[in-house]
C-alpha cells in the first residue's frame, strides 16, 4: 500500500498520559516506538517516497519548559507517555528529522 506513496503522514500515537504509568506502559512502546520503527524502516523501501511527516507530542519537552514553546527546546520527558513519544521521534534513521507539533489530530485528553 505504501510502496507508491510519495507522502506519509504518521499521526498515528497511543496518547494518554495518566495510562502510561504501570502495567500499560508496554502498550505505549509497542504503539509509540515499535510502530514508527517499523514504519521508518518501511520507508526506507518506498522509492518514489518525497517527505515523511511524523508528529510528536509536545509533552516531550516537560514542564520546565519556557512558554510559547520553542521546537528547539531541550526535551525533558516525564511520565512513560512522553518518553515513548521522546523516543519514537528520537528513532529515526540518519538523515531523518522530526519535528514536533504538538496536537494535530484527535480529541484532547485529560493528563
Known sequence: MLFRSTHVFHLAAQAGVRKSWGRD??????NNIDATQAL????????ALERLVYASSSSV?????????????????????ALS???AAAGGSPGWGGRRHGRVAGRATPS
Do not use: C, N
Open 40 to 47: 521508518l524502516e518501511a520507508s526506507t523501501r518506498m522509492p
Open 25 to 30: 506502559f508496554q502498550i505505549y512502546t509497542v
Open 61 to 81: 519537552y516537560g514542564d520546565r519548559v519556557a512558554m510559547p514553546m520553542r521546537e528547539d527546546a531541550l526535551p525533558g520527558p516525564a511520565p512513560p507517555y
Open 85 to 87: 513519544a521522546h523516543a
